[in-house]
């Protein structure tokens, strides 16, 4: 174990003394419960807002995702600043922080993600057991980040149109994705025992599939299903 902690984070210190993670309207909130091969690992809790005007304008996604791994509790921390209205990773201005994930328990670490100098890397800095690291991801238009294991991050991806190609980065696995969206297709989604019409669409990159189930009138992520390690992201707060 790691001893370095910083909390809250830089990003989160940015936001507070801009005013944004105070003030704002709620897109979504909510709360998933997480399963690998239908046996239930945790919880995912988070909230999405919008917030500040003409150039502050932005996107703040955070979450709380707690999994049981192998026996012991994992807590994973995701916060993103990103552009509205489809939560594009910008990070602008340059050298400004627009993501951080904090991990306790297995796989602990933090990470800090800005766009670099010049303007055409990502640049991340990641703490760990074995010290520090530095590693880049080019930057891409339209650029979303899909962190492994969070489902809320999908929202982002509500207005894909078929055939589309989506970069993605998923920064914990130090992996940059460039999906493809599959047809939507009509789908009726039944929460606890209440029904919600849903769209249903599937994101694939070869035999990297992602198939998300999104509310059909408010585009909430209502379910994320990822067939190659079994994980599924329920959303619970909307059963009745």
Known sequence: MYARRVAPTLLMMGLLASGLAAQGIVVDEGRFVVSFDGQIAGTEEFTILRAG???NDAIIAEAVVILMKDGQRQEVAPL???????GIATCFPYLTLCYTVDVTGPEAV????H???AGRRYEAVVYSEIGEERWE????????VLERDVAHQYYFLRDAPEGSIIHTLEPR???WVNLEAGPWTEEEV???QGPIQARRVEFFSGDDRRIVWFDRV?????????PATGYVAERTDLVW
Do not use: H, I, N
Not at 80 to 86: E, F, G, Q
Not at 110 to 113: P, V
């Open 53 to 55: 005007l003409g150039p």
């Open 173 to 175: 696995s130090r992996t």
């Open 218 to 226: 408010l585009g909430r992520v209502l379910r994320v299903a990822v």
């Open 137 to 144: 991801f080019p930057v891409r238009p339209g650029t979303r």
């Open 190 to 192: 039944r929460l606890g």
């Open 110 to 113: 933090e990470l800090r993600l």
């Open 80 to 86: 993103l600043k990103a552009a509205p209205p489809d």
């Open 115 to 117: 766009r670099g100098r």
